[in-house]
């Protein structure tokens, strides 16, 4: 079956970092778009990065030069390196993958894993 699993989240104050992970199993990644969402309280579930499966990336406005995504498709893993993190960062998020074909389209999801910045 198909499992996206997130972990490294946590609590860490502003100006510190966090490098989630997410860990695909049951399909075969390398073929996939990931990317990396988030939803905060009282708001809608916005992209954060995605990189293609040539390694193309993109990022929200918001987290340019601060976030990183990454892929290793030995591992079937996806990160997503946070660094001068903000408050305004402060959401659950979720690892996606995503993939179109002719005759179908793949749409996978995981649980989201919580990243609270606060001091």
């Known amino acids: 079956q198909v499992q996206l699993v997130e972990s490294g989240g946590g609590l860490v104050q502003p100006g510190g970092s966090l490098r989630l992970s997410c860990v695909a199993s049951g399909f075969t990644f390398s073929t996939y778009t990931m990317s990396w969402y988030r939803q905060a309280p009282g708001k809608e579930r916005e992209l954060v990065a995605g990189i293609t499966s040539i390694g193309r990336t993109n990022y929200a406005n918001s987290v340019k030069g601060r976030f990183t995504i990454s892929r290793d498709n030995a591992l079937n893993t996806v990160y997503l390196q946070q660094n001068s993190l903000k408050p305004e960062d402060t959401a659950v998020y979720y690892c996606?993958?995503?993939?179109?074909?002719?005759?179908?389209?793949?749409?996978?999801w995981g649980q989201g894993t919580q990243v609270t910045v606060s001091s």
């Open positions: 996606n993958a995503r993939r179109a074909t002719l005759s179908k389209q793949y749409d996978y």
